[in-house]
């Protein structure tokens, strides 16, 4: 069980979860509520800066999956999320792989997650046009909890509690973005 935990700890890194009653709110990241979906296009980007426009669609998407992935790992399923609206490829493998471990441990999170994304490289004229999102993960308020017995479980020693992600958000044909990659550095603080 221990080395289970390990092992989801150091792919989930940044999920959050509480161990009171009630669940927190996902992290100031949440997606903004329109009738456009984030990621989506929102009419002709300005031509005079399509970087801005670009960071500004990666962080959207970013912060959406974010908030849909807070919710899957809380249920440990994607059953009822938006997640695959905001995540594919290499980052939904992932996320589902975690999911999976979690509901063969009987594990699910609870807490607080705190981060800041920022988007750091933009490269608007790129087929596909690609965002790098670098985020400091706080995991400080962020507990495992064992489903079976309603306890939490410690998260291993020696990992930081603040810890460096990137993910990659492209753009694909239909102009939507959607996070494609997500890498969660166990061993680097920030």
């Known amino acids: 069980m221990a080395l289970c935990t390990v092992a989801l700890v150091g792919a989930l890194t940044a999920c959050g979860g509480d161990d009171g009653a009630t669940d927190a709110k996902p992290p100031a990241a949440a997606p903004a509520t329109s009738a456009t979906p984030p990621g989506a296009p929102t009419g002709p980007a300005s031509p005079a800066d399509p970087a801005a426009a670009g960071r500004a669609a990666a962080l959207e998407v970013y912060s959406a999956m974010w908030a849909e992935r807070t919710k899957a790992y809380r249920q440990a399923s994607s059953e009822g999320t938006d997640l695959e609206r905001y995540a594919a490829l290499d980052a939904l493998r992932g996320f589902e792989r975690d999911l999976s471990r979690m509901k063969e441990n009987d594990t699910v999170f609870r807490g607080e997650l705190r981060h800041a994304p ?73």
């Open 118 to 190: 920022e988007v750091t490289v933009v490269r608007a004229d790129a087929r596909p046009p690609t965002a790098t999102v670098e985020d400091c993960v706080d995991l400080s308020r962020w507990r495992i909890l064992d489903t079976t017995t309603g306890w939490p479980i410690p998260l291993p020693s020696g990992q930081p509690l603040r810890q460096v992600a990137t993910a990659t958000v492209e753009r694909g044909d239909g102009g939507r973005w959607m996070v494609t990659e997500y890498t969660a550095d166990t061993t680097r603080t920030c």
